[in-house]
């Protein structure tokens, strides 16, 4: 077996049984990719659009393509025919361009709203605030060609882990107090937290990860 695809093995023998493994490949050639498709994982995030699209072209049809990063709302439509879940949907306005791109596509595109954990303003998301509002907005019904599916947070790049537990605890006790309100919206599937990355996912699903990030772990550091 390919040492990508041993790592992959390693970690995914790890994961309990409801947790989903998201394999980050930015920036890694469609190479690699495939050896840890041929080994039976087809879950792949992506960062860029543009990489994105160029390895969906080349890759298998059926790899379900998640995408995790910062999305401008005038790229969506690059990604709208094939993406399976995003992650980074970080305000109403993404949303909804979102839910017009997959109408064009006559389709249903899973979300997840990023909501901003760290202490870095440098990550993106949105506050608890912005989250309401969405909740309360009389547009969010309208949008029928979205499924938002849960919540996605990074937390703090630091080596101090009882910083980033409490980060992964509070996107925890967000999800918590929202979901019922999403699912009487009529999101019966918001039931996902996408949180934890290579160097705090054993933290990450011990405070109620559903789905974890992993890039350099399986693919080697990328820089
Ligand atoms: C790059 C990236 C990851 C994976 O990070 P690693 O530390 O390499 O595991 C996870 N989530 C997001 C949003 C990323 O940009």
Same mark, same amino acid.
């Given at each position: 077996?390919?040492?990508?695809?041993?790592?992959?093995?390693?970690?995914?023998?790890?994961?309990?049984?409801?947790?989903?493994?998201?394999?980050?490949?930015?920036?890694?050639?469609?190479?690699?990719?495939?050896?840890?498709?041929?080994?039976?994982?087809?879950?792949?995030?992506?960062?860029?659009?543009?990489?994105?699209?160029?390895?969906?072209?080349?890759?298998?049809?059926?790899?379900?393509?998640?995408?995790?990063?910062?999305?401008?709302?005038?790229?969506?439509?690059?990604?709208?025919?094939?993406?399976?879940?995003?992650?980074?949907?970080?305000?109403?306005?993404?949303?909804?361009?979102?839910?017009?791109?997959?109408?064009?596509?006559?389709?249903?595109?899973?979300?997840?709203?990023?909501?901003?954990?760290?202490?870095?303003?440098?990550?993106? *998301? %949105?506050?608890?605030?912005?989250?309401?509002?969405?909740?309360?907005?009389? =547009?969010? $019904?309208? &949008? +029928? @060609? #979205?499924?938002?599916?849960?919540?996605? *947070? %990074?937390?703090?790049?630091?080596?101090?882990?009882?910083?980033?537990?409490? =980060?992964? $605890?509070? &996107? +925890? @006790? #967000?999800?918590?107090?929202?979901?019922?309100?999403?699912?009487?919206?009529?999101?019966?599937?918001?039931?996902?937290?996408?949180?934890?990355?290579?160097?705090?996912?054993?933290?990450?699903?011990?405070?109620?990860?559903?789905?974890?990030?992993?890039?350099?772990?399986?693919?080697?550091?990328?820089?």
């Amino acid at each position: 077996m390919s040492e990508v695809a041993e790592n992959t093995r390693k970690i995914l023998n790890q994961l309990p049984e409801n947790v989903t493994l998201v394999a980050v490949s930015k920036l890694k050639p469609a190479t690699l990719l495939k050896e840890v498709y041929d080994s039976g994982h087809k879950i792949f995030g992506e960062n860029y659009v543009q990489e994105m699209v160029e390895k969906a072209e080349i890759l298998p049809k059926d790899i379900a393509w998640n995408f995790i990063g910062h999305l401008q709302s005038n790229k969506v439509k690059y990604i709208a025919p094939f993406v399976s879940l995003i992650h980074s949907v970080d305000s109403f306005k993404l949303l909804k361009e979102i839910n017009k791109q997959a109408l064009k596509n006559q389709r249903i595109i899973p979300c997840l709203l990023q909501i901003h954990i760290a202490q870095e303003d440098t990550k993106t *998301g %949105m506050n608890e605030e912005e989250l309401s509002e969405i909740l309360k907005s009389n =547009e969010l $019904k309208d &949008l +029928k @060609n #979205i499924d938002l599916r849960g919540l996605m *947070g %990074m937390s703090t790049f630091t080596d101090d882990m009882s910083v980033v537990r409490a =980060e992964f $605890k509070s &996107l +925890k @006790n #967000i999800f918590e107090k929202h979901k019922i309100e999403f699912q009487k919206a009529g999101f019966e599937h918001f039931t996902e937290i996408s949180m934890g990355m290579s160097g705090d996912w054993k933290i990450a699903i011990e405070e109620g990860s559903t789905m974890v990030r992993i890039g350099s772990s399986i693919f080697g550091s990328r820089g």
